[in-house]
């Protein structure tokens, strides 16, 4: 018997401090930087986004979402053989935060890594979640989606500080005879490191470089649109389905405007585009599980229904796993 995986539980946490589009132009101001609500929501949708206190770590947001997600598929911490954290804010250089989690989790012994490919994380750590319990290598998955952007914000540059949040999605996956997780479609491409990045490095004990997020918003735009259309297509085609098989798309939640062009190059209805961007902004990683926890909880995805995740962020990645919930 063919063995798969599923999704078996899903959780999700915010950080209690929350701005408003209103707080953070007020915020800014008092700093010099002039923008506008009007501008974040017409480019962007967004309205607004949660920020970690400080002293509050990647592994901290996980582990309330990770409870959430284990407490939904009626599980325990000592359950799960494989913790994977998608991440680009990670608590320390290492050990991974997938370790640190795993501790305050008080589950020892299982395989637990971060995955590192900024927004695409989370579809890139459920795809090798999934193949890991495929092949036998893990039964019971905790796949962690956790960010802390606004550490690596420019708070001096009104392009890309107003897009960001922080937060934390998580999933259960479980080994199942019967199909979960259908199909997925995972790239990358090298050439475009510099259009998203945070280019400092630490060395000798200090950080060298510039360590907050440089975006090139146009370059990212353009590529973002192609590359979701093209990552559903090849993700339907692999799995024998088509657009209209699609009850929910969660694509990752950087910008509404990416959202409607992909709904429209894939024919689908905004109707069935979960959209949580106006709310939490882009949490990069953790925006895919908190779409899908938020949606989930709200009872607008059910069981049973046909759900296509997609990432794109910085590395150039892009990618989309197909699943039945
Ligand atoms: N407030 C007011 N004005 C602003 C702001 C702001 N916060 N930011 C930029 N502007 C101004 C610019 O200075 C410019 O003014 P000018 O015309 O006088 O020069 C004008 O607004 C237009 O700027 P553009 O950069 O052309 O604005 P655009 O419509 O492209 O929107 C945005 C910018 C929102 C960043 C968009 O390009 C975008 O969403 N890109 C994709 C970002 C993304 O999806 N990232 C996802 C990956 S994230 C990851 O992997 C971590």
Known sequence: MKRYSRITGTGSFLPARRLTNADLVAELASQGIETSDEWIVER???RARHFAADGVFSSDLGLEAAKR????????????????????????????????????????????????????????????????????????????GAEIFSRILD??????????????????????????????DLHAD????????????????SVLGDPLLKMDGQAVFKLAVGVL???????????????????????HQANIRIMQSTARRL???????????????????????LALDSAVRSGQIKEGQ?????????????????LIL
């Not at 001096?156 to 897009?163: G, I, S, W």
């Not at 259309?229 to 694509?251: H, M, N, Q």
């Not at 024919?267 to 599980?289: E, F, R, W, Y």
Request: aromatic share 6%; proline share 3%; glycine share 12%.
């Open 229 to 251: 259309e093209s990552a559903a297509r090849a993700t339907l085609y692999k799995a024998g389905k088509t657009e209209a098989d699609i009850d929910w798309l969660i694509p």
């Open 190 to 205: 090298g050439k475009y490191v510099d259009i998203l990045c945070v280019p400092g490095h630490v060395s000798g004990g």
């Open 306 to 322: 046909t759900l296509m995740l997609e990432g794109v962020g910085g590395g150039f990645t892009w990618g989309a796993v197909l």
């Open 69 to 144: 997600a284990l407490a939904s598929a009626g599980r325990s911490a000592q359950d799960i053989d494989l913790i994977i954290v998608a991440t680009s804010t990670p608590d320390m250089v290492f050990p991974s935060t997938a370790c640190i989690l795993q501790n305050k989790l008080g589950a020892h012994g299982g395989a637990a890594f971060d995955v590192q490919a900024v927004c695409s994380g989370f579809v890139y750590a459920m795809t090798i979640a999934d193949a890991m319990i495929q092949t036998g290598a893990a039964t019971r998955a905790l796949v962690v």
């Open 267 to 289: 024919k689908l209805s905004m109707d069935k585009v979960i959209v949580t961007v106006d709310q939490h902004g882009n949490t990069s990683a953790a925006s895919i599980p």
């Open 155 to 184: 708070f001096k540059d009104r392009t890309t500080c107003v897009l960001f949040g922080d937060g934390a999605g998580a999933i259960v996956m479980e080994a199942s005879d019967r199909p979960g997780i259908l199909a997925s």
């Open 44 to 46: 962007t949708g967004i």
